[in-house]
């Protein structure tokens, strides 16, 4: 079991960004006071860019120098590309404050071998962590804060059901085979996602509200992709609005 898990229901999406916004500079603040520096990962998909609007509205002039951007997964495609996670966070965030560009790790997810795209993202974080490289199995990295969705089919980064990433134990990054889309995503591995010091998911509206029971509540064999982020020696926080937590037993 992680250290802590903490649920947390806000009435409306709204009050659910600001909370998470709220979340995110206090965690900031708290790594940016103990070590200089806060890292932390991004995630994709639709729910994260009104969190990442808001960041940008309310905390234009945060100490954005000090804070480190990675991306806890990435969609096969160009950083131009309408799918791309980086565009998402880019034109929501990036573009609207003061952060350094040596601050921002992306993917290189153009580069149309997906393996060598994961393994330069990989070597990319060894580098920053300086943790050293691929020969002592068992070094991760330590985000300060990784944030993550999850999806219909309980799937979170790219961690899908059933998908061969699940049970990578020494890498970092992957880029893994997702049947039902036919293509690569990259992603981390959930021994980073489990080594983070805090994991903040969101989950936002009545779509989610079936998964989020399940993965809270439910005994799934195998446990499903988001049951298994765990943190060994962290925070789990999940962050839900009323519509997305309203099959939960409360
Ligand atoms: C991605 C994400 C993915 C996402 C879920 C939820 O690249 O798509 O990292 O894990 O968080 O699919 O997506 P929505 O927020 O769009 O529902």
Same mark, same amino acid.
């Given at each position: 079991? !992680?250290?802590?898990?903490?649920?947390?229901?806000?009435?409306?999406?709204?009050?659910?960004?600001?909370?998470? =916004?709220?979340?995110?500079?206090?965690? &900031?603040?708290?790594?940016?006071?103990?070590?200089?520096?806060?890292?932390?990962?991004?995630?994709?998909?639709?729910?994260?860019?009104?969190?990442?609007? /808001?960041?940008?509205? $309310?905390?234009?002039?945060?100490?954005? $120098?000090?804070?480190?951007?990675?991306?806890?997964?990435?969609?096969?495609?160009?950083?131009?590309?309408?799918? @791309? #996670?980086?565009?998402?966070?880019?034109?929501?965030?990036?573009?609207?404050?003061?952060?350094?560009?040596?601050?921002?790790?992306?993917?290189? =997810?153009? $580069?149309?071998?997906?393996?060598?795209?994961?393994?330069?993202?990989?070597?990319?974080?060894?580098?920053?962590?300086?943790?050293? !490289?691929?020969?002592?199995?068992?070094?991760?990295?330590?985000?300060?804060?990784?944030?993550?969705?999850?999806?219909?089919?309980?799937?979170? &980064?790219?961690?899908?059901?059933?998908? !061969?990433?699940?049970?990578?134990?020494?890498?970092?990054?992957?880029?893994?085979?997702?049947?039902?889309? $036919?293509?690569?995503?990259?992603?981390?591995?959930?021994?980073?996602?489990?080594?983070?010091?805090?994991?903040?998911?969101?989950?936002?509206? &009545?779509?989610?509200?079936?998964?989020?029971?399940?993965?809270?509540?439910?005994? #799934?064999?195998?446990?499903? !992709?988001?049951?298994?982020?765990?943190? @060994?020696?962290?925070?789990? /926080?999940?962050?839900?609005?009323?519509? &997305?937590? =309203?099959?939960?037993?409360?």
């Amino acid at each position: 079991m !992680p250290s802590t898990r903490s649920i947390e229901v806000l009435a409306t999406a709204p009050d659910l960004f600001h909370a998470a =916004a709220e979340e995110f500079v206090r965690a &900031a603040r708290t790594a940016i006071g103990a070590q200089g520096r806060f890292t932390v990962a991004l995630s994709g998909g639709s729910t994260p860019k009104a969190l990442y609007s /808001l960041l940008a509205t $309310n905390y234009a002039d945060f100490v954005w $120098n000090r804070i480190f951007l990675f991306f806890g997964d990435e969609r096969p495609v160009p950083p131009t590309d309408p799918d @791309s #996670n980086y565009r998402m966070v880019k034109e929501s965030l990036l573009t609207k404050i003061q952060i350094p560009a040596e601050n921002v790790f992306r993917v290189h =997810a153009e $580069n149309p071998d997906a393996a060598a795209a994961a393994a330069d993202y990989e070597a990319e974080l060894r580098r920053f962590f300086e943790l050293r !490289p691929g020969d002592r199995p068992g070094e991760f990295p330590r985000f300060d804060l990784i944030l993550l969705g999850m999806g219909p089919d309980g799937h979170t &980064a790219s961690l899908f059901p059933d998908s !061969p990433a699940l049970e990578e134990q020494s890498r970092l990054v992957v880029a893994n085979w997702v049947a039902k889309f $036919n293509t690569h995503r990259i992603t981390f591995t959930l021994p980073v996602l489990n080594r983070a010091a805090e994991v903040m998911f969101l989950a936002s509206g &009545a779509d989610k509200a079936d998964m989020v029971r399940q993965v809270l509540e439910g005994k #799934n064999t195998p446990p499903l !992709p988001s049951q298994r982020v765990q943190p @060994s020696d962290g925070k789990l /926080l999940w962050m839900l609005d009323e519509a &997305a937590a =309203a099959k939960l037993t409360r």
